[in-house]
Structure formats: structure tokens, C-alpha cells
């Protein structure tokens, strides 16, 4: 089945409503959600509960880490069970009451068992 850009905005906000007390996001680039997200190469097709069990673990596991990173890391998120590997990158902003908030660009996402990360950072799940 087909996942549509509406659920993969609600699927952002799912997760991000998780991430409020660590002024924290995820956001999914058009590349992830509308060029690969339903590529014919990920087989089985990424689902959307799939994702969200993912980012469940992902918060569960690694956010403290996650919010460590500097402006500019990249990083790669890697479900060890599915084979969905998703690589990040970290853009830091000083908000207008000064904290910093920590948004988390989702560049692309795949389904692949070998697949090779540049990024020394990886987060497992």
C-alpha cells in the first residue's frame, strides 16, 4: 500500500509530539517522503507503523545522544530487524527566547540489509 504525503505528516507529528520537553524534531525531507518512501526497491514496502515503531525505539533508546549532536553531524538511524536505515543530518537554531532547538533533516530512507553508512555516528535499534 501506497503511503501518501498526508500520512507521513502525521507520522511527523506523531513523533515530534513525543520530542517536546527535549526541544527536539524529526523532519522528513520531499526525498525521503515522495522519492524513496515508496520505492519500488524496498522490499517488503516500508509501512507506516513500521517507521513509528523505529522512532519509538529510537526516543526510547538513543535521544539523550541524539540532541548531543552538533550543528551540522550527520548521523545514520538503523533498524537492525527491518533494514530500514534512514541518514540524518543536525541543524541547531537559536530560538527568539534563546534555547536552542535541535531539528533532526530525515534526507532519505531504504530498505537495505548491506547497506553502508559514511557517517561514523549510528544509531541502532
Do not use: W
Not at 19 to 33: D, P, Q, V, W
Not at 53 to 80: E, G, S
Not at 89 to 100: A, C, H, Q
Amino acid at each position: 500500500m501506497t503511503i501518501s504525503q498526508q500520512d507521513v505528516i502525521a507520522l511527523e507529528s506523531r513523533i515530534n509530539s513525543k520530542l517536546t520537553g527535549y526541544n527536539a524534531e524529526f523532519i522528513m525531507t520531499i526525498h525521503f517522503s515522495v522519492d524513496r518512501l515508496n520505492d519500488a526497491r524496498n522490499t517488503p514496502p516500508i509501512t507506516i507503523p513500521e517507521l513509528e515503531n523505529i522512532f519509538d525505539r529510537l526516543i526510547n533508546q538513543h535521544i539523550l545522544a541524539i540532541v548531543a549532536l552538533n550543528d551540522k553531524d550527520t548521523f545514520n538511524i538503523r533498524c537492525t530487524s527491518s533494514h530500514i536505515n534512514m541518514p540524518c543530518g543536525v541543524r541547531k537554531e537559536t530560538n527568539n527566547n534563546g534555547s536552542i532547538s535541535h531539528k533532526n533533516i530525515i534526507i532519505t530512507v531504504m530498505r537495505k540489509r548491506n547497506f553502508f553508512s559514511k557517517d561514523p555516528i549510528e544509531f541502532k535499534v
